[in-house]
């Protein structure tokens, strides 16, 4: 819509000031929406017995696989998406020849089905389990990634394939809340959940700037599916080593 409307030089920068605009549920969710009861427990019990949970204890033994594998499945997870939605827009004008405008409905196709995988992705965690989530949303972007950069289709084919890449590349994510609460102990839940997904964030925004840097030796849809599908075959790599959570219950201790 923005680049309808105004200059190109202009558009990307009002999309962006938009894209802040969510921050200020922030100040909503901090007056509204209370701390966790198992929280609230394990902090009680903490402060009676004269203890801090600290943040190195992610670290530790019993608790370290953990904490690489979650931060393993975050890297993929992110960096594939990252590839995705920062590479395609200058794929499909660069590679497939489409306009700013033309790439708009492309993009469009894509932001509809990363939504839809989102909320079927927020039911199907619990259904069929958090293992088996990340394992049908990882296979279904590793399919739709290859078919999308890898195999030459038509630009009608890749338009309509935009809704199943959004919405596995998206809807992966709809278990990584629920997944890694039940991954960490209460005491250090906050910290572990933290440090495993904003670990993945960091490294997987380097994708896309390698991405770049390997596009001047191949193609740029090569370069891409490449590395999205190395992103989405780590993730199901650290799954291997992690248990099903789902139905375990949540408590002061663990």
């Not at 894209?19 to 009676?48: D, N, T, W, Y």
């Not at 949970?53 to 594939?80: N, V």
């Not at 084919?157 to 039940?182: D, K, R, V």
Request: with cysteine; charged share 10%.
């Amino acid at each position: 819509l923005f680049f309808y409307v105004l200059p190109e030089a202009q558009a990307w920068r009002a999309v962006f000031f938009v894209g802040l605009l969510p921050a200020l549920l922030v100040f909503v969710i901090r007056r509204f929406v209370a701390e966790p009861e198992v929280f609230k427990a394990g902090r009680k019990r903490s402060e009676q017995r004269g203890q801090e949970a600290s943040f190195l204890a992610i670290f530790s033994r019993p608790i370290l696989k953990t904490t690489i594998l979650s931060a393993l499945i975050s890297t993929g997870s992110l960096g594939g998406n990252y590839t995705l939605s920062i590479w395609l827009p200058a794929y499909l004008k660069t590679v497939r020849g489409l306009s700013v405008l033309n790439t708009g409905g492309f993009l469009a196709v894509m932001i509809c089905g990363a939504f839809t995988g989102y909320v079927v992705g927020s039911y199907l965690t619990d259904r069929i389990g958090r293992r088996k989530h990340f394992v049908v949303f990882a296979v279904g972007s590793l399919i739709t990634v290859y078919a999308y950069t890898l195999i030459p289709i038509s630009n009608a084919a890749m338009f309509f394939l935009g809704f199943p890449l959004g919405f596995f590349s998206s809807g992966i994510f709809a278990a990584i809340g629920a997944y890694y609460t039940e991954l960490f102990p209460t005491p250090i839940r906050a910290s572990g959940q933290g440090f495993a997904f904003n670990f993945g964030r960091g490294v997987g925004a380097m994708f896309p700037m390698l991405v770049g840097y390997l596009s001047a030796r191949m193609p740029l849809g090569t370069a891409i599916g490449v590395f999205a599908l190395f992103a989405y075959v780590l993730v199901l790599g650290a799954l291997l080593f992690l248990p099903e959570t789902r139905g375990r219950e949540l408590t002061a201790e663990a």
